[in-house]
């Protein structure tokens, strides 16, 4: 069976076909091409902007894909796109495209959720078997696993996402959004050797993100001219508190579930630090950590061509009137 997966919740404009062999198990990826919306340094992107990106871009990146995959119309048993959460503006453009070409190519439709998108192909990359999932992104962080045939959501942030807090503090610093804030952070971080110290705010099993924002953006104004710190230290300390934050309460699901494994997914996983720090702690657990590369932790096409692949081979569809979105 084939699929074709469209995927724009944010600035990230993706399109994949898969194969699975459905005798074999054996899962092929055909295409997976992406475009991003980038704005300039200490800007974000907005849903308008964002949305006119996506539908300026998305026939070329469908043709790149069948043409890639070289893979015919006929051969795709179906299409595949996000229906949520993300940005609404840029879901709907996504959405009206891949409700025409259903209706074009004859073809059933399948709504897929974004975050079971992100766990799904990282399962299916790594080879996680049922691993606690700590999924981050610039929309999104939660600490989820699988219990009595459903993710259930352990943890999550009460207020902003990791990756929306680590964005925000680029545009601050007015680091580049070329390839991304969070991997211009990353690098800064790399030469940092003050450590500043930030509040560190978890609640239970639930973290929040955005008193530290406030924070080191006090700090960044006051003290950056002055040079009593410089903007890798800031970047360095906000990597590792914020990281911290997340390793302790994706400990705290592994022993309450009693879970080896931990998967990362979502933008921020391709961080390395994080998964540096995460390798530590499932080490002292006896455990192991599960992550993947950019071409498949950063919002892409083929997570969605998968997950809803996974679920019409169960006989899952979604009605045309049905095939809408959900921010």
């Known amino acids: 069976m084939i699929a074709i997966g469209l995927e724009g919740s944010a600035n990230k404009l993706g399109v994949g076909i898969i194969k699975h062999d459905l005798e074999t198990g054996k899962v092929t990826v055909l295409s997976n091409i992406r475009h991003t919306h980038v704005t300039p340094?200490?800007?974000g992107f907005l849903p308008r902007d964002t949305a006119a990106h996506h539908r300026a871009h998305i026939i070329p990146v469908i043709q790149q894909a069948l043409k890639t995959a070289n893979v015919k119309v006929k051969d795709v048993n179906c299409i595949c796109y996000t229906k949520g959460p993300g940005m609404g503006a840029p879901l709907v453009s996504v959405a009206v495209v891949a409700r025409t070409l259903a209706l074009l190519w004859e073809k059933p439709i399948v709504a897929v959720n974004h975050c079971i998108g992100h766990i799904e192909m990282g399962r299916e990359i790594t080879g996680a078997n049922n691993p606690v999932v700590l999924y981050v992104s610039g929309g999104n962080t939660q600490v989820i696993a699988y219990s009595e045939h459903r993710y259930r959501i352990f943890g999550e942030t009460l207020d902003i996402a990791v990756g929306n807090c680590l964005d925000r503090f680029a545009r601050i610093l007015n680091l580049p959004n070329d390839p991304s804030p969070g991997y211009n952070i990353e690098q800064y971080a790399k030469r940092g050797t003050k450590f500043i110290e930030l509040p560190y705010t978890v609640k239970g099993m639930d973290v929040s993100f955005s008193g530290i924002l406030s924070n080191i953006e006090v700090i960044a104004k006051e003290q950056l001219?002055?040079?009593?710190?410089?903007?890798?230290?800031?970047?360095?300390?906000?990597?590792?508190?914020?990281?911290?934050?997340?390793?302790?309460?994706?400990?705290?699901?592994?022993?309450?579930?009693?879970?080896?494994e931990v998967l990362i997914v979502g933008g921020v996983g391709c961080n390395l630090r994080l998964q540096e720090m995460m390798a530590q702690m499932a080490e002292q657990r006896n455990g192991k950590v599960f992550a993947t590369d950019e071409r498949f932790c950063i919002d892409n096409g083929i997570m969605i061509a998968h997950a809803g692949l996974l679920a019409y081979r169960t006989g899952y569809t979604t009605s045309l009137e049905k095939a809408t979105c959900t921010q």
Do not use: K, N, W
């Open 225 to 260: 001219s002055t040079g009593q710190v410089t903007p890798e230290d800031l970047c360095y300390s906000l990597q590792e508190t914020l990281f911290a934050m997340l390793v302790e309460t994706t400990e705290r699901a592994m022993a309450h579930i009693g879970s080896q």
């Open 41 to 43: 340094p200490g800007t």
